[in-house]
């Protein structure tokens, strides 16, 4: 089922040469229509929702899924286990202040 979705989205943007290129394009568009849900929720602004969404990118550095992480802590000759404990403190500050960057906004109404 999703890999005929990417397909579709791949076929609608031709400038996508691979389903491996559409996947991330794909994932962010389903995102943001979920967004759309939570924000009408949570009474949040557009720009506050999509401020709280980039937030989240602060933690790509510490999914093991992620091929990127995975190749460069490999070359490094680095356990994903040695990574985790070093990015576990380190991702809660990113935590605490993207949820203090996020409070003007909420109480500004940013749209």
Not at 60 to 87: F, Q, Y
């Amino acid at each position: 089922m999703l890999s005929q979705l990417l397909g579709r989205h791949a076929q609608q943007h031709p400038r996508v040469a691979s389903l491996d290129e559409a996947k991330p394009r794909f994932l962010a568009k389903l995102l943001l229509e979920c967004r759309q849900v939570v924000q009408s929720i949570l009474v949040a602004g557009f720009q506050t929702a999509i401020l709280a969404f980039q937030f989240g990118e602060f933690t790509t550095p510490m999914i093991p899924t992620s091929g990127i992480t995975v190749g460069v802590l490999a070359l490094a000759r680095v356990p994903w286990i040695t990574w985790a404990k070093w990015m576990i403190p380190l991702q809660l500050i990113y935590l605490v202040l993207a949820l203090l960057l996020l409070i003007p906004p909420c109480l500004m109404h940013w749209q």
